[in-house]
């Protein structure tokens, strides 16, 4: 009998890709899932749950981004000052209204692992407001995302 070896990917086996995405009429959730996929590397052959094998990802419009009608107003983001009694809350449409950039992070935040693992993943997410980015000199590739246009 055979033992079953774990295949885990050496750093010179990581190539790590650049890839862009509009969110202009996405859905919030179904953007950041497929985003989140990307990061953390599950769309390779070479993916292993403790190793970060995963591209960067850039995602520009993240002001016209969508939501589900409703849960914009319904769900609240929450941030604590460190003070006793310190907790703020806004809904989403408030902090997309204010700050589209940090509403797609902290979406794709919720959805990779909450260790020093997904921290390292989350900085290879960059997220703009507007159309421009300044990644332009790595040549990044559209990442289409599959049934993440909004409902009208």
Same mark, same amino acid.
């Given at each position: 009998m055979t033992a079953v070896r774990t295949y885990s990917p050496k750093k010179s086996e990581i190539d790590r890709e650049w890839y862009v995405v509009d969110a202009e009429g996405l859905t919030l959730g179904r953007m950041?899932?497929?985003v989140a996929r990307v990061l953390r590397g599950k769309h390779k052959p070479i993916f292993s749950p403790h190793?970060?094998?995963g591209d960067h990802v850039i995602i520009i419009n993240? !002001?016209?981004?969508?939501?589900?009608? /409703?849960?914009?107003e =319904?769900?609240?983001?929450? #941030?604590?000052?460190?003070y006793v009694g310190g907790i703020r809350s806004n809904t989403y449409a408030e902090l997309l209204?204010?700050?589209?950039?940090? !509403?797609?992070?902290?979406?794709?935040? /919720?959805?990779i692992p =909450?260790?020093?693992?997904? #921290?390292?993943?989350?900085?290879k997410l960059k997220v703009y407001a507007?159309?421009?980015?300044?990644?332009?000199?790595?040549?990044?590739k559209v990442l289409e995302i599959p049934h993440a246009k909004a409902r009208s």
């Open positions: 950041a899932t497929e190793i970060d094998t993240a !002001a016209k981004v969508a939501m589900t009608p /409703g849960k914009a =319904k769900k609240q983001v929450y #941030r604590h000052t460190g209204d204010v700050k589209p950039e940090e !509403a797609v992070r902290r979406t794709v935040r /919720g959805m =909450k260790n020093r693992l997904g #921290r390292q993943m989350l900085t507007g159309p421009t980015h300044p990644h332009t000199a790595q040549q990044p």
